[in-house]
């Protein structure tokens, strides 16, 4: 054990993952205030964010029922933003992250716009099509593995949601 803890060749490995985990929570943090602004608005509190190069290029949160659109998620919203801020639909060197587990129409979308990368708070065991109830940006059928991480600020932004519709029984 102690080996491990002072042996220089694995301290930049380590290092490597706290600090790529470390980016995760901070973007995602971007993303739950963007959920902040759903909830804010009385829509279900899932935000997204697109990030290249260490730049946010498109914000989106929920707005299906201001905008009266069943597509109106907070991914979608966030991939027309970063298209139209690239001037490109292909959005391959993109990582998006959004506060809970994409459903099956934006993990759709977000393997037909080619992401590098997903990045979810919470799970959701009942339309999660990025590892819950089916893995639709891993299906090498559709010819597009995009990475898939899970789990980041859990905790955080499954509450948000709770909260939300908590509050939405007791009116």
């Known amino acids: ?23 995760h929570q901070s973007w995602m943090a971007q993303a739950l205030q963007q959920a902040q602004h759903a909830f804010q608005n009385n829509e279900v ?14 914000r989106g949160y929920n707005q299906r029922e201001s905008l009266k659109d069943p597509t109106a998620h907070a991914e979608i919203l966030a991939i027309t933003a970063a298209a139209n801020t690239l001037e ?45 109830l089916y893995q639709l940006c891993g299906d090498p059928r559709l010819g597009q593995k995009i990475a898939v991480k899970g789990g980041i600020l859990e905790e955080q932004c499954l509450e948000l949601i709770q909260v939300f519709f908590r509050l939405k029984r007791k009116s």
């Open 1 to 23: 054990m102690d080996r491990f803890l002072t042996d220089n060749s694995i301290n930049p490995i380590i290092q490597a993952i706290l600090s790529t985990q470390k980016k």
């Open 45 to 58: 509190p899932i935000g997204a964010v697109i990030v290249k190069d260490q730049q946010i290029i498109g």
């Open 88 to 132: 490109e639909w292909r959005l391959a060197d993109c990582v998006l992250y959004v506060t809970k587990e994409p459903c099956p129409m934006c993990s759709g979308a977000i393997v037909m716009s080619r992401f590098k990368m997903v990045v979810f708070g919470c799970y959701d065991e009942a339309m999660g099509c990025c590892g819950s």
